[in-house]
């Protein structure tokens, strides 16, 4: 069975901070994707990494994925507080499975 | 296209009661897949279909739930004789083949009292 994991869980940060969030994966998934949720909403796809290797950047925030070792990593830089969030990885067999989310907040 | 809806957007019932959702995809995409979410957690699969066809059902859909996507178009998600444990949110998400991303809906919350 497919296991998605996030670490960490909870992440409190401080404006101006980096930091990066970890998604590891139980067996291969050459697609894997970043959401975000804010409280009470819906998710809102921020990437798509489709290969090994692949890195895209959106603003402060970047997603890579390394196949091989089955993880992706989200980095943030240079935190603001309108990125505080729920954010999920998933990877697609067919259906995605999605890890447990990291709930960032970001403190002034 | 004005994306994903989904429809109520929230819904109180009580225990024992029937309950339907409806999911309008994006037109043109074929594939369409329902996910619970419960606080806190991520969401999880229930059912997916491709065009009408219901292709993979979770283990979590009990015999309670049934789903239908009758012209390969909109789908419902009926819940029979609700139970407390059925509260959460109920995300829609469709997509364009299996290669594309997934866009959800808003989502309808479900409270069963």
């Known amino acids: 069975e497919l296991k998605v994991e996030q670490n960490p869980l909870f992440l409190s940060m401080q404006e101006g901070k980096n930091y990066t969030i970890y998604c590891n994966y139980s067996?291969?998934?050459?697609?894997l994707y970043w959401y975000r949720q804010d409280p009470g909403k819906s998710l809102e796809s921020l990437f798509v990494?489709?290969?090994?290797?692949a890195v895209k950047q959106e603003g402060r925030l970047m997603a890579s994925l390394d196949t091989k070792a089955r993880l992706s990593t989200l980095h943030i830089t240079a935190a603001v507080h309108d990125l505080s969030a729920t954010y999920f990885c998933?990877?697609?067999?067919?259906?995605?499975?999605f890890g447990q989310g990291t709930r960032l907040t970001i403190n002034p | 296209d004005t994306g994903v809806s989904q429809d109520p957007r929230h819904k109180i019932t009580k225990r024992g009661q029937n309950v339907t959702f409806r999911c309008d995809p994006i037109s043109e995409h074929n594939r369409l897949y329902w996910y619970r979410q419960t606080l806190g957690q991520g969401p999880e699969f229930l059912t997916y279909?491709?065009?009408?066809?219901?292709?993979?059902k979770s283990r979590l859909l009990s015999d309670r739930f049934s789903a239908e996507r009758p012209k390969g178009s909109f789908s419902t998600l009926e819940i029979q004789r609700t139970e407390q444990g059925d509260s959460a949110m109920y995300l829609c998400?469709?997509?364009?083949?299996?290669?594309?991303?997934?866009?959800f809906g808003p989502g309808t919350r479900l409270t069963v009292t």
């Open positions: 998933a990877v697609v067999p067919q259906k995605l499975v």
């Open positions: 990494l489709l290969s090994n290797g």
């Open positions: 067996t291969t998934s050459d697609r």
């Open positions: 998400a469709s997509s364009y083949g299996t290669v594309y991303e997934q866009y």
């Open positions: 279909f491709q065009n009408e066809a219901q292709l993979e």
